[in-house]
């Protein structure tokens, strides 16, 4: 316990440690978050985003805290729902057997810009006979524009800015601007004020149930924007967090320890051993890595597991494991490795409770320095379109910016969430890795 | 630098091995160097071997070949005007037919395990052979062809990055030696771990900052298009494209280098042979001269020989990100389109450049650090 509490004191001299160590668990908190919010197979759903999961989000929308910025205020994705506000709808017997069922959604618009979209969905449950439904919708400036009156079935959506007869009603203006439009303007800039959408129903049944959603689609949207795909970018940037740290560690764990482990069997048993081992590094590096991994990953399979496990071995085998082994060659000649030998310590407690502590110092900084480059592995991978197929990553999100020319159509946020959560942790790794290794090597600290 | 640990022989003080003769010394360098060069080569064919294994995909590539040749007959038997007359049945066994001829012609009705060895025979002997579908802008399908036509253009974007790098960081480590503990030298500790992130994520943010924000440097390729007619304002496109991706690998790899050479100057000039030199009163230069860059030059020179032998492969995700038409992208679309002799002819001249080099880096080692001995006692070390 003392020597924890004397680590942390050790760790605290160091400003990069408490800055690495503030970033980490930062993003320990939010892989948490992650990870009780949302279980995975929920997230890796929501990704795919089969169906129409997606039906209700904006398609390239920037985040929505950019109206925060002076200057900026474009409107942000509106959307109402008479399932979640039974208030907007009334229902009334205006005849026998013949119901009027009357939505009406007031909203305020104040934004400097047009939405990109406007859509009314529309379900209908327990009816034989088809509702008659007519929508009109109300300006501030009080006009009223007929949207058009149509016999429902189970379930409709009126993508009302691809409705040419409307768009030419509107002035050759597609329904989400013409809609929103000053007429007295010679150019297109949207009123401001209380717009309201009546829709109206009758129906012929008295348990049919009409549900109505309009969504008025924002140039913003959410917390990190949406794709092309109008998926949410938070869902992936939320959840490639676990996944980033896991990678991360374990290949880390996986580099360093088994490293470590291969060079002190080698250096301890010598002879054939240790002349296999140097062999199957010198065959190692002649591989080039990355290509062999991007042939592994388009022939044979993409998972993120096998690809990193496959990246792990070919570091296993590289450098390191001769620093290590002239580590080890320098240990195994110590007084005390002849102390054990003379009273005959079998060979596995040599290597793993005399030798291999002692390179532990040297070990930890490594890893924590490891880990960086292996969340970095991940995105990697990913920008050379072998992504794992089904998991939300940091890397994923980054690549399909890019094949999507994300930077070329000024998408910037789409590229720049997932690069900074990819820095962010980097760094913080990075810093702690730095000063773990001042504190372990102290050598180090009079360079 | 991932391989900068080449192997090497053993070093020992300096005083030892003056007393031994010339000549069997002499013998010992030959033995050394066969075992040395019988040992690299064993290297080499094995991990051309399982590149070949991989890139054929344990013989299922030839299994498409063989499908494709199937349907390419078919069709052909199918249209044709001569055939008309005949039967299914009749077609079917024409089909199979011609489809075994080319097959034989090509070998693929040997087992892959026979093949495989024909293969790594031909790629060996540097017999390259003919992409399956890849072809080099001026039309040509021979796998030379196609690698020399990229090989200008990874050679431009890696070597003008490295010697940059290279220089920048022996001259600043050096400096930084000298000024050990100033607020540069804090600095550049400080910025090391910067290189955990890789050149093309550092070229992502330069697109976003210089191409897309400021639209001064253009996104990425390698020259306009259409390319200027005008042999100097070619070059010129040219340089302008080479900005940003070189801007990149100087990013991510600089401070690392600039640290390493400075921590390496910094043990070397904490020798007792440099205080000496120092109480001679020699001057800072002839110092570093002599007795420090002298004792680290087979460092530098593995790291530089080495970091030009990994541009071969081309820095692929780079490569990609900036459009590049190098090796590394045509390394990525052969592997997208399986193009087995394309994957196997990089690798295979990689692991030759690479094995080439590490055989000299050790005679390089012998002449220029006297220190170096070979031989029998080298293995005990």
Known sequence: MNRVVKGFKDLAQYPSAIAGLVLISLFVALAVYAMVTMPLGQAIELWRGSGDVWQYTPRNAAPAWLNVFPGINKPVTMDFNTANMPEAKTVEEIAPGMWEVRVSFPFDFTYDEFPTEINVFTTVRNSTARPFFSMRWLTPDGREIPLGDVDLRASESFRLGQDAR?????????????????????????????????????????????????????????????DHRRRDLTVALLWGTPIALAMGLMGAIGATVTTMAIAAVGTWYGGWVDNLIQRITEINMMLPGYPLLIMIGTLVDRNLLLLTAIWVALSIFSASIKSYRAMFLQVKEAPYIEAAKSYSASNMRIIVQYMMPRIIPVLVPTFVGLVPSFVFFEATISVLGLGDPLLPTWGKVLSEAQDMGALHNGYYYWVLAPSLLLVFSGAGFALLGFALDRIFNPRLRSL | MAISEAPRPGVESPAMGRTRSDVSGFVRVLQYSAVKLVSIAVAVVIAVYLTILVANMGGYVDQMRIATIKENVGMWVYQAEEFRHLSGAEKRELIDQFAQVQIQALRLDQPFPIRSLRYLWNGLTLNLGYAEGITSDSGSRQVQHILLERLGPTLLLQASASILVFVTALFMGLALSRGYGSFLDRLVVALAPTSSAPAWFYGVFLILIFAALLGWLPFGGMVDAPPPPNKFQYFLSVLKHLILPVAAVFTSTIFASIFSQRTFFLIYSSEDYVEMAKAKGLSDRAIERRYILRPTLPTIITSIALSFITLWVGNVTLEQIFNWPGLGQLFWLASRAVDTPVIVANTIIYAYLLAITVFLLDIVYAIVDPRVKVGAEAQSN
């Open chain 1, 166 to 226: 409307l768009t030419r009603r509107l002035g050759g203006r597609p329904a989400h601007m013409g809609l929103f439009a000053d007429p007295n303007a010679s150019e297109a800039v949207p009123l401001k004020g209380r717009y309201e959408l009546v829709a109206e129903a009758l129906v012929f049944e008295p348990d049919t149930e009409l549900d109505v959603r309009l969504v008025v689609y924002g140039q913003l949207h959410g917390l990190a924007g949406t």
